[in-house]
């Protein structure tokens, strides 16, 4: 069965600095990749998604995340942190094309002025 | 085009009162799922379809009921509500690959809505 870690429940970077959000997936077989941005009170909206083309997948608002299949990760980074960014951020993984999207825990990112 | 519509967004309920959230999407989505958000624990599947009459079980399905009698509804019943139903919901729908050849779609949110049970 796949399962998503997102490594760091809260972020903290500064203005101006590099966002790393971290993901490690675990499945059998070649995945389907999600990073969705939670705003408060809102529901969730992608960001980018990995679907086996280019391993290097350009989202929006800069965000951009890569799939490693030999360290099963897909994190997330962004080279310059906006205000507007402070949210929480979900990885999530699926292994079919009708199948079950499946969730890491979130991370919260702050942006320090 | 809306998306997907979740009403309501508010709701109190006393333990053991029955009640129904609501779920449309006028996408034409074979796929959609209920989702609870609970601190720390991201999103977890309560139930799932793949069309208008099947419907089948997430992760956290204990204590809640669906049906989907249209493409459009997928109606999420909690029939006897307990504090432990506290929690967010998200209704999401995508296309499901298998019969449209889209591979990888991804699932659009309904703007959630936010259960106390006491």
């Known amino acids: 069965a796949q399962s998503v870690t997102q490594l760091g429940s809260h972020v903290s970077v500064s203005e101006g600095a590099l966002v790393l959000l971290r993901c490690n997936y675990s499945s059998s077989v070649p995945p389907y990749l999600f990073w969705y941005v939670q705003y408060p009170n809102q529901g969730l909206q992608l960001l980018l998604k990995?679907?086996?083309?280019?391993?290097l997948v350009k989202g929006i608002n800069g965000f951009e995340a890569e799939f490693k299949k030999s360290e099963t990760s897909f994190h997330l980074t962004k080279p310059s942190a906006h205000m507007s960014d402070a949210a929480e951020y979900f990885c999530?993984?699926?292994?079919?094309?009708?199948?079950?999207?499946?969730f890491g825990q979130g991370t919260e990112l702050s942006v320090k002025p | 085009n809306a998306g997907v519509t979740q009403t309501p967004k508010f709701q109190v309920l006393k333990t053991g009162q029955s009640m129904t959230l609501q779920c449309a999407q006028d996408?034409?989505?074979?796929?959609m799922s209920w989702y609870r958000q609970d601190p720390g624990m991201g999103l977890r599947l309560i139930h799932y379809s793949v069309g208008a009459g099947i419907t089948d079980q997430g992760e956290v399905p204990n204590g809640y009921n669906v049906s989907r009698s249209t493409t459009e509804d997928f109606p999420l019943r909690l029939l006897s509500a307990a504090p432990s139903q506290t929690s967010v919901y998200f209704c999401?729908?995508?296309?499901?690959?298998?019969?449209?050849?889209?591979?990888?779609?991804?699932?659009?949110f309904g703007q959630g809505t936010r259960l106390t049970v006491v």
């Open positions: 990995y679907t086996s083309a280019a391993t």
């Open positions: 999530a993984v699926r292994t079919s094309a009708g199948g079950k999207l499946i």
């Open positions: 996408m034409n989505h074979e796929y």
């Open positions: 999401a729908s995508r296309r499901f690959g298998a019969f449209t050849g889209h591979v990888g779609t991804e699932a659009f």
